[in-house]
């Protein structure tokens, strides 16, 4: 019956960059494909453009940034429209949040009947000036207006959306995406190919810190780097694995030179700056404790990929994190920007390494019962089939 419903309806994934097509909504798109239909994708392209047109999707380049530019951004939303109009599609899923907001409007106006947002989090906790929240904010209850229903991907921010007005209650739903579990497995990997890794990147025989995440400020990683330099006293073989993509747009990027400023050049390594890394599960098995200080968070993917991996997490109690991670179970929380609070819950887990491979433990057996994609997924075209048959 549902694959049957799948080849009867035309479907747009819209992104404000491509980058969230290639790595974050990719396995979606192939299963939507594995049921037989021809998956659509509208963003700003950049360099992965070719790989999405090798793997059988339709592509639309359209140019849309991340900053708030008004000029800019309504020329994306009449191109939006126009190419809306033009394919008469089914259903338009929209996800980030400039392409949620010119996505939802532009599909709505252009006719589609059934309008979908996935939410990845409103700016909760966030230092952004308050002008720039609030416009934000009212930017996403208007775009709330001209979709059928909102996918959040945490408690939290359901309640937040809800009681700020953003979001009409009927209209949002609880939605955590999920990862490929098989994929981040760590028996997938033997002690000779760990090895191997680590000597090639020039860490054997340190206490690896790993790190996934764009580098960014709001990462927290300023205050892994306080951490850290409290951590070397105590454990001088600690070092850092960052898997930080540069992310030049946003107004926080940093630069891989500021490890100088923190005289911390020499111990860490960081991928994935310069030339992107496709093979993301091959380096959570090199890593001793996965770290996550982040300030703010929709449901943090690499928490998925560590727990599934069997590393022990270290985050930030805020929401996003907290749902994603058991704390005391299968992760540790500690209040975001207390990189003192980061370093000793760190050094603790160092020096007590049973503790460490039971919370690993844990959250591979949370990855194996909450965070199966292939469960996620059957979830969303059930929403897609109860809508399209009110709609159409």
């Given at each position: 019956m549902e694959n049957k419903f799948l080849k009867g309806i035309k479907i747009c994934h819209v992104t404000t960059v491509d980058i969230t097509a290639r790595f974050i909504i990719l396995?979606?798109?192939?299963?939507?494909?594995?049921?037989?239909?021809?998956?659509?994708?509208?963003?700003?392209?950049?360099?992965?453009?070719?790989?999405?047109?090798?793997?059988?999707?339709?592509?639309?380049?359209?140019?849309?940034?991340?900053?708030?530019?008004?000029?800019?951004?309504?020329?994306?939303?009449?191109?939006?429209?126009?190419?809306?109009?033009?394919?008469?599609?089914?259903?338009?899923?929209?996800?980030?949040?400039?392409?949620?907001?010119?996505?939802?409007?532009?599909?709505?106006?252009?006719?589609?009947?059934?309008?979908?947002?996935?939410?990845?989090?409103?700016?909760?906790?966030?230092?952004?000036?308050?002008?720039?929240?609030?416009?934000?904010?009212?930017?996403?209850?208007?775009?709330?207006?001209?979709?059928?229903?909102?996918?959040?991907?945490?408690k939290e921010d359901i309640d937040f959306a809800v009681k700020n007005k953003i979001v009409n209650p009927q209209k949002i739903k609880l939605l955590t995406y999920g990862i490929d579990i098989k994929r981040f497995n760590l028996e997938k990997f033997d002690r000779d190919f760990i090895q191997k890794k680590k000597k090639d990147l020039g860490i054997e025989n340190k206490k690896i810190i790993g790190v996934v995440g764009r580098f960014v400020k709001e990462k927290g990683y300023l205050d892994l780097f306080e951490a850290f330099k409290i951590i070397k006293k105590q454990i001088p073989e600690a070092f850092l694995l960052l898997i930080a993509p540069k992310d030049k747009e946003k107004p926080d990027a940093l630069d891989i030179s500021i490890l100088k400023d923190y005289g911390i050049e020499k111990d860490a390594v960081v991928l994935g700056y310069e030339k992107e890394i496709l093979n993301i599960e091959e380096f959570y098995p090199l890593m001793d404790v996965f770290a996550l200080p982040s300030y703010r968070e929709g449901f943090p993917y690499s928490i998925m990929e560590a727990s599934a991996s069997g590393k022990p997490v270290v985050a930030t109690d805020i929401r996003g994190c907290r749902e994603a991670v058991e704390n005391n179970?299968?992760?540790?929380?500690?209040?975001?920007?207390?990189?003192?609070?980061?370093?000793?819950?760190?050094?603790?887990?160092?020096?007590?390494?049973?503790?460490?491979v039971k919370i690993g433990y844990n959250g591979r057996t949370k990855a194996e019962r909450d965070f199966d994609e292939r469960n996620i997924f059957g979830k969303i075209t059930k929403e897609y089939k109860e809508l399209t048959d009110k709609k159409l």
């Open positions: 396995d979606f798109m192939r299963f939507l494909k594995e049921q037989g239909r021809n998956v659509f994708v509208a963003c700003s392209f950049s360099k992965f453009r070719p790989f999405l047109d090798s793997e059988g999707f339709n592509t639309k380049n359209i140019k849309m940034t991340r900053r708030i530019t008004p000029a800019q951004d309504f020329v994306s939303l009449i191109k939006l429209f126009l190419y809306f109009k033009k394919e008469k599609f089914d259903i338009v899923h929209t996800y980030t949040p400039k392409a949620g907001i010119l996505g939802r409007i532009a599909a709505k106006l252009a006719g589609v009947p059934v309008v979908i947002h996935t939410s990845y989090g409103f700016y909760m906790g966030v230092k952004v000036p308050k002008g720039q929240k609030s416009l934000i904010l009212f930017a996403e209850k208007t775009a709330s207006l001209f979709c059928d229903l909102v996918f959040s991907q945490n179970n299968t992760g540790l929380l500690f209040p975001a920007g207390d990189y003192k609070k980061m370093a000793e819950i760190i050094v603790y887990l160092f020096k007590n390494p049973e503790v460490s």
